[in-house]
């Protein structure tokens, strides 16, 4: 997966999710992380670049302070590249999905305890 | 905190409450300008990127242009030491990444608030639902909120007028888990009883001539929120029953109407009176008095804690700057001594008051003594009785001079302008009157305008 050359567990577990009264808010983040990027996905294949810009930005600031450090640099990556770069653009979001679905498995012991 | 991720508000408010924040959330920047003209806030903590293609930066002037006294710090996940700078440059005071361990950011915070406090007290005054004071009399009062907050049971709040108590009822409603739900205020005295009645439980159809429709009661309204009802000592015995049943049975049966409505209302009652005392006179049922005052919380009047003077003073001196565009200064030590001598039988709204005018009236960027006690002292009847303009450092000159000048302008009102006539009542010689006229820079003018004024009101 391109940027994540530096992906282990730790980097893909929340660093707050230790922190008995921030989970729930984790647990919705990871939750709600499946449509955020089919949003993205979305705005990008409507060619709404604002839009775009604003969903990947806003992924790239909740990543960061959630602290998964892997889902903020690969939204780091969508943010940076070159808007005419579709296919590269395509490719990014599916190394997001297949993240995102790795990020859900690592909390996946949290994520059934809410449920 | 300014965030248009709703995950990233909902995040922040949950740490920096835990912390011992106050804390607001809002989406965008005309949400937060709003808010900060509303009340104060010691910070403002802005995401860099609210809206595409276009940075915070261009907001910080205008927040400070609002509110000059908070404190604007940006939050950004983009690490860009120019941006930083330009941050700084346009009036930041604070710069944080979101990829920075949460407490850290939340230490920064704290750090960057104290540091811009004159005292480490102030500092509590933000965290307190903008109740402000230092001293342990309002310590007991904030910690009471805290263990109140979450317990449905009725409060009653007691304390001298102009002492706080909405505020401290509202304090109480934002800290509670009904925060997001209304808070209502009803002046129990404001209102004539037939219509508080109407008010309070609202009325269906046809209950009297003028009801053409139905009505929802306040009671009804602030279901699942709370109701505060100020000057309950105030309420009639009429009432006071049909309170009484509502508070035991939790449903309200509207004016006309047939049928009871359920309600989840927390009531505050809130008054100024000696409710026992009032039980005992015939005047408040005794029943409802034990159902209100399940949990108590007495506000001290502001002379039982003259340490909370000088974080006040600063507070509104604060305020009133901004609101009149002046940079009046703090007082100086000796006025400091004499308003905190004071015994301000108005309580904070006396104090709040005499700063407003002073601000307004002050020359040079300082608080005169003279008119800020003047127009306090005119204000307050009961006051003089207890206070003497006499103090350990307030030199026999100056306490000489401040008298003789406020014995000059009373004499000089009650003959209207006519110096000979306050000779005559005072028994000081013309020429001696008219030296001290001019010592104490009055202009006998005024006084005589006054005369005229009343003349011609009363011709009319």
Same mark, same amino acid.
């Given at each position: 997966?391109?940027?994540?050359?530096?992906?282990?567990?730790?980097?893909?577990?929340?660093?707050?999710?230790?922190?008995?009264?921030?989970?729930?808010?984790?647990?919705?983040?990871?939750?709600?992380?499946?449509?955020?990027?089919?949003?993205?996905?979305?705005?990008?294949?409507?060619?709404?670049?604002?839009?775009?810009?604003?969903?990947?930005?806003?992924?790239?600031?909740?990543?960061?302070?959630?602290?998964?450090?892997?889902?903020?640099?690969?939204?780091?990556?969508?943010?940076?590249?070159?808007?005419?770069?579709?296919?590269?653009?395509?490719?990014?979001?599916?190394?997001?999905?297949?993240?995102?679905?790795?990020?859900?498995?690592?909390?996946?012991?949290?994520?059934?305890?809410?449920? | 905190?300014?965030?248009?991720?709703?995950?990233?508000?909902?995040?922040?408010?949950?740490?920096?409450?835990?912390?011992?924040?106050?804390?607001?959330?809002?989406?965008?920047?005309?949400?937060?300008?709003?808010?900060?003209?509303?009340?104060?806030?010691?910070?403002?903590?802005?995401?860099?990127?609210?809206?595409?293609?276009?940075?915070?930066?261009?907001?910080?002037?205008?927040?400070?242009?609002?509110?000059?006294?908070?404190?604007?710090?940006?939050?950004?996940?983009?690490?860009?030491?120019?941006?930083?700078?330009?941050?700084?440059?346009?009036?930041?005071?604070?710069?944080?990444?979101?990829?920075?361990?949460?407490?850290?950011?939340?230490?920064?915070?704290?750090?960057?608030?104290?540091?811009?406090?004159?005292?480490?007290?102030?500092?509590?005054?933000?965290?307190?639902?903008?109740?402000?004071?230092?001293?342990?009399?309002?310590?007991?009062?904030?910690?009471?909120?805290?263990?109140?907050?979450?317990?449905?049971?009725?409060?009653?709040?007691?304390?001298?007028?102009?002492?706080?108590?909405?505020?401290?009822?509202?304090?109480?409603?934002?800290?509670?888990?009904?925060?997001?739900?209304?808070?209502?205020?009803?002046?129990?005295?404001?209102?004539?009883?037939?219509?508080?009645?109407?008010?309070?439980?609202?009325?269906?159809?046809?209950?009297?001539?003028?009801?053409?429709?139905?009505?929802?009661?306040?009671?009804?309204?602030?279901?699942?929120?709370?109701?505060?009802?100020?000057?309950?000592?105030?309420?009639?015995?009429?009432?006071?029953?049909?309170?009484?049943?509502?508070?035991?049975?939790?449903?309200?049966?509207?004016?006309?109407?047939?049928?009871?409505?359920?309600?989840?209302?927390?009531?505050?009652?809130?008054?100024?009176?000696?409710?026992?005392?009032?039980?005992?006179?015939?005047?408040?049922?005794?029943?409802?008095?034990?159902?209100?005052? @399940?949990?108590?919380?007495?506000? =001290?009047? +502001?002379?039982?804690?003259?340490?909370?003077?000088?974080?006040? *003073? /600063?507070? !509104?001196?604060?305020?009133?700057?901004?609101?009149?565009?002046?940079?009046?200064?703090?007082?100086?030590?000796?006025?400091?001594?004499?308003?905190?001598?004071?015994?301000?039988?108005?309580?904070?709204?006396?104090?709040?008051?005499?700063?407003?005018?002073?601000?307004?009236?002050?020359?040079?960027?300082?608080?005169?003594?003279?008119?800020?006690?003047?127009?306090?002292?005119?204000?307050?009847?009961?006051?003089?009785?207890?206070?003497?303009?006499?103090?350990?450092?307030?030199?026999?000159?100056?306490?000489?001079?401040?008298?003789?000048?406020?014995?000059?302008?009373?004499?000089?009102?009650?003959?209207?302008?006519?110096?000979?006539?306050?000779?005559? @009542?005072?028994?000081?010689?013309? =020429?001696? +009157?008219?030296?001290?006229?001019?010592?104490?820079?009055?202009? *006998? /003018?005024? !006084?005589?305008?006054?005369?005229?004024?009343?003349?011609?009101?009363?011709?009319?």
């Amino acid at each position: 997966m391109r940027g994540l050359e530096a992906t282990h567990l730790n980097g893909l577990r929340s660093s707050l999710i230790s922190n008995e009264a921030l989970k729930p808010i984790v647990i919705k983040f990871i939750q709600s992380l499946p449509d955020r990027i089919a949003e993205i996905a979305r705005h990008h294949q409507n060619g709404d670049e604002k839009m775009f810009f604003l969903m990947v930005h806003q992924l790239k600031g909740a990543a960061a302070s959630f602290g998964i450090s892997t889902l903020h640099q690969i939204a780091s990556n969508l943010e940076c590249i070159e808007r005419s770069h579709r296919d590269e653009i395509e490719s990014l979001i599916a190394d997001a999905r297949s993240l995102i679905e790795q990020i859900q498995q690592v909390h996946k012991k949290e994520i059934h305890r809410v449920d | 905190m300014v965030d248009d991720d709703p995950i990233i508000r909902e995040l922040y408010s949950t740490t920096l409450k835990s912390a011992g924040f106050f804390v607001s959330t809002t989406a965008n920047t005309a949400d937060a300008a709003k808010l900060l003209t509303e009340r104060h806030y010691d910070g403002l903590l802005l995401d860099l990127f609210l809206y595409p293609n276009r940075s915070s930066l261009e907001d910080i002037e205008f927040f400070l242009g609002i509110s000059p006294k908070t404190k604007i710090m940006i939050l950004t996940a983009n690490a860009s030491i120019p941006t930083a700078v330009e941050a700084m440059r346009r009036g930041a005071t604070g710069f944080f990444l979101k990829n920075q361990d949460l407490s850290k950011i939340i230490d920064g915070l704290q750090s960057l608030l104290i540091d811009t406090q004159p005292t480490s007290t102030k500092l509590e005054s933000s965290n307190s639902y903008g109740i402000i004071g230092c001293s342990k009399a309002i310590h007991s009062v904030l910690s009471a909120i805290d263990k109140f907050k979450d317990v449905d049971s009725t409060v009653l709040i007691t304390g001298e007028s102009g002492t706080g108590k909405e505020l401290v009822a509202r304090a109480l409603h934002t800290a509670s888990h009904r925060s997001k739900e209304p808070f209502f205020a009803v002046n129990c005295g404001a209102i004539p009883e037939n219509l508080l009645e109407s008010e309070l439980f609202g009325y269906r159809r046809g209950a009297f001539t003028d009801a053409k429709t139905d009505k929802k009661g306040i009671f009804e309204l602030a279901s699942s929120g709370t109701l505060l009802l100020d000057e309950i000592g105030e309420l009639p015995l009429s009432l006071q029953v049909k309170l009484l049943r509502a508070l035991q049975e939790k449903e309200v049966r509207p004016l006309g109407g047939d049928r009871a409505i359920p309600i989840d209302t927390r009531l505050i009652a809130a008054t100024n009176r000696d409710l026992i005392e009032e039980c005992e006179q015939g005047r408040f049922r005794e029943d409802l008095f034990y159902r209100l005052s @399940v949990l108590n919380l007495r506000i =001290p009047p +502001l002379r039982e804690r003259p340490d909370d003077i000088p974080v006040l *003073v /600063e507070h !509104f001196l604060g305020r009133f700057n901004a609101k009149f565009n002046r940079q009046v200064l703090l007082p100086k030590p000796d006025v400091m001594a004499h308003l905190k001598a004071y015994p301000w039988p108005g309580n904070i709204r006396e104090l709040q008051n005499a700063l407003e005018r002073s601000v307004v009236l002050a020359q040079n960027q300082e608080i005169d003594l003279d008119t800020l006690f003047e127009s306090n002292r005119e204000s307050s009847h009961h006051a003089d009785d207890n206070y003497l303009p006499l103090f350990s450092d307030t030199k026999y000159d100056k306490a000489h001079s401040s008298f003789e000048k406020k014995y000059l302008v009373g004499l000089l009102k009650s003959a209207q302008g006519n110096v000979c006539q306050a000779s005559r @009542v005072s028994g000081i010689h013309r =020429p001696q +009157l008219y030296r001290l006229i001019k010592r104490h820079s009055l202009d *006998v /003018e005024n !006084f005589k305008y006054e005369k005229t004024e009343s003349s011609e009101l009363r011709a009319n």
